[in-house]
């Protein structure tokens, strides 16, 4: 459907790791037409903020959508102040996001932030589903994972919680091997799963993160390096991705 911006209202809201919140937002218009691995915009309500802040959607419901969103700055400051009841600014679902694949395995793998997003695609693929998550310090997210049947291993950088390391040397050390993968996260992360994936001969799909102006094309504020056979095009993040073939990107 075309970009639209409608008025949702907050139907929870409650921080679930330091910085990191969890909303629920009631809106059907957006709930129905959304997609897995899609964002939507936010507009703050204070007049010196102009641009609006893409959030990656969590999970969909009839009427509502999750979003997991990290304390960063002014605009998720406010964010984090939303009562249930108050009323929300967000555009429709933008973005072209995940393709779930026919599989028997799916790898789903996601760092930080990034995790959020393999929360509904878990929900829509079939088979067998392992979760490889990397965080700084404390994880989230982890036992809604497990309640969708996700088989869920954990790395962080100080080592407080699960493997210490990264998420790529946790594939490596637990040998956890599946026919696809999908992956949301930091790019210094997907490159390294990027290059693991190419390693092993397994397709990955990739969810990019980059600094948004519009969130719709129109600002070319997020483009990225798309390889073809022939040659190599500049693609907007926010319009033709935010997912891609990792064959595909220019890391």
């Known amino acids: 459907m075309e970009r639209e911006v409608k008025n ?8 679930i790791a330091p910085d990191v919140y969890h909303m629920v937002i009631e809106e059907k218009t957006v709930a129905k037409s959304a997609k897995v691995g899609q ?3 936010i507009y703050p309500k204070q007049k010196h903020i102009l641009l609006p802040r893409p959030i990656s959607i969590s999970e969909i419901d009839e009427s509502s959508i999750t979003i997991v969103y990290s304390v960063v700055g002014q605009g998720t400051a406010e964010f984090a102040t939303y009562n249930a009841g108050d009323e929300i600014k967000i555009s429709t679902a933008l973005g072209s996001g995940f393709v779930p694949q026919d599989v028997k395995t799916h790898i789903l793998v996601g760092g930080g932030i990034g995790v959020p997003p393999l929360v509904e695609l878990a929900k829509q693929v079939s088979g067998e589903k392992i979760a490889v998550l990397g965080f700084r310090d404390e994880p989230f ?3 809604r994972l497990e309640e969708l049947g996700v088989k869920v ?6 080592g407080n919680f699960g493997f210490k390391g990264n998420v790529v040397e946790l594939i490596k050390s637990e040998n956890i091997v599946g026919d696809y993968y999908y992956s949301c996260g930091p790019k ?8 693991h994936c190419e390693q092993i001969n397994k397709p990955l799909q990739v969810s990019l993160e980059e600094r948004m102006g519009c969130g719709y094309g129109a600002c070319v504020g997020c483009v990225c390096k798309i390889k073809t056979e022939e040659t190599i095009s500049r693609k907007k993040v926010c319009k033709d991705g935010p997912v891609f073939l990792s064959s ?3 890391w």
């Open 8 to 15: 949702g209202v907050v139907k929870s809201q409650n921080c």
């Open 39 to 41: 964002f939507i915009n």
């Open 141 to 143: 997210l982890k036992e």
């Open 153 to 158: 291993f954990v790395a962080t950088d100080s």
């Open 188 to 195: 210094p992360m997907l490159k390294a799963l990027s290059e």
């Open 248 to 250: 595909e990107v220019v």
